[in-house]
């Protein structure tokens, strides 16, 4: 048999899921190997239940090696170079040759791009930083909070707002609410924008019911630590007792110095197959770029968001199709650009928006009214993905299916 190796760079979402995938579609005589620099996944959604102290750090962390179906080669190591030519990767332990090679490496933070920033600012979009914020939130008593999306894109563009959302939560619940003034700041003209104006319009309110002051079209420029200002381009400076970032994203070097990106550093891939110009190199995650029909002016593509659920469902499709191709079999499934989001908004409640974002001539989306049920499918899709491998197919496996089925969210499990 002529045996195939896969090599996935990134364990996180997409290739935890597309090595667990192709395992499961694969006969043994086929290696897939999984490249990870961290011994433990951090699963990035729980880190707003970190920050407001409704989980402990040891709950959401999990060992990279009991998240993997057994076969499953895991190599704790960082990937240094790809070299395309010799169809090899270079990491901190050995080298790898490919026949085919998932690129899953999400996006890095670069709070250093802005002056001042890594200084100031806190943030919720690590798990070691959402530690040290809880712990800050903990001691401050009253003053201003500023919520800041320093630039775009940035990964689940629901995030700050739920973060928001839960730190207004999170003092209400210590009888401080009215001791703390929340804002949040975004370059983008409204929430969600990607999502359409009526997503964008609900969010708004989601926060003004919660005493939240949303300032849009503010590009943060810099942040005098010393005065504790923020500096924005073509706004009025404003002051804060505490700064909470969404720090600056970026695509890593390694695919920059491997040719792999647009100018923009993020690596541009069929929108339906993930290939990449490369035939046996895809590409999956917050790494990657694919344009949408436009919302914010009509001619202006906009990005697929980046998010966990599109890396999920990415990650699904590329193990189809390279399986597919390994049995003989011409490959068939496609990404179809549809995915959810529950957006937390504190006391145990949150909305839920479905879209279907290669809808022409833009996304199409589906809102639901904001309730109970959606907080608890959160929950319920957290304990399963940190559940050890062998449990999910197990009580909580059935329980999120049927979950699903019964709220009709869309989700392969
Ligand atoms: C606060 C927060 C809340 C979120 N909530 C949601 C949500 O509710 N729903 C949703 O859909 N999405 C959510 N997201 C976004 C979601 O977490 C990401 O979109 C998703 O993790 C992207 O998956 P990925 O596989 O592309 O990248 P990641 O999951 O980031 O995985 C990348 C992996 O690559 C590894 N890596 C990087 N460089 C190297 C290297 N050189 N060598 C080896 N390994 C390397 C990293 O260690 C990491 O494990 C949230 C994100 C944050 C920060």
């Not at 530690?131 to 700050?160: D, I, M, T, W």
Request: aromatic share 8%; glycine share 8%.
């Amino acid at each position: 048999m002529n045996t195939k190796t896969i090599v996935i760079i990134g364990g996180g979402v997409g290739g935890l899921t597309v090595a667990n995938e192709l395992r499961s579609k694969l006969p043994h005589e086929h290696r897939v190997v999984l490249v990870e620099k961290n011994p433990n996944h951090a699963f990035a959604p729980s880190f707003l239940w970190l920050m407001t102290g409704h989980r402990q750090p040891n709950k959401i962390t999990k060992p990279v090696l009991s998240l993997v179906r057994p076969g499953v080669e895991v190599l704790q190591a960082e990937a240094t170079t790809i070299d395309i030519a010799n169809r090899s990767v270079i990491t901190t332990q050995r080298s790898l040759t490919y026949d085919y090679l998932v690129v899953a490496l999400g996006a890095e933070l670069a709070p250093e791009i802005i002056p001042g920033l890594s200084q100031a600012a806190l943030s919720f979009y690590t798990f070691e930083e959402t530690k040290r914020l809880h712990q800050a939130l903990g001691e401050f008593n009253g003053g201003k909070v500023a919520v800041v999306v320093c630039s775009l894109p940035y990964k689940c563009p629901g995030a700050p707002h739920e973060g928001a959302m839960l730190i207004a939560d999170y003092f209400r619940q210590r009888g401080l609410r009215d001791k703390v003034n929340i804002h949040l700041y975004t370059p983008e003209p409204q929430p969600m924008p990607v999502a359409g104006p009526q997503l964008g319009e609900a969010v708004k309110q989601m926060l003004a019911s919660k005493g939240i002051s949303f300032h849009p079209l503010h590009t943060l420029k810099s942040v005098d630590s010393q005065e504790r200002r923020l500096l924005f381009d073509q706004q009025e400076p404003v002051t804060y007792n505490m700064l909470i970032a969404i720090p600056p994203h970026r695509g890593s070097s390694l695919v920059r110095e491997a040719n792999l990106t647009n100018e923009a550093g993020w690596i541009p891939v069929d929108r339906s197959t993930l290939k990449t110009k490369f035939g046996n190199l895809y590409a999956i995650g917050d790494i990657i770029s694919i344009g949408i029909p436009g919302r914010w002016k009509p001619d202006v593509s906009m990005m697929l968001p980046k998010a966990g659920v599109f890396a999920h469902a990415q990650a699904e499709i590329v193990a189809e199709r390279i399986a597919d191709e390994i049995h003989g079999r011409t490959p068939t499934a496609e990404f179809c650009g549809k995915g959810y989001c529950m957006l937390e908004a504190g006391e145990g409640l949150a909305g839920f928006a479905f879209g279907d974002f290669f809808a022409e001539p833009s996304p199409r989306l589906e809102l639901r009214n904001i309730g109970r049920a959606w907080h608890l499918g959160k929950v319920l899709f957290e304990q399963w993905w940190l559940s050890p491998f062998g449990i999910r197919k197990s009580v909580l496996h059935t329980a999120l299916r049927l979950g699903a089925k019964v709220l009709k969210i869309p989700v392969t499990v």
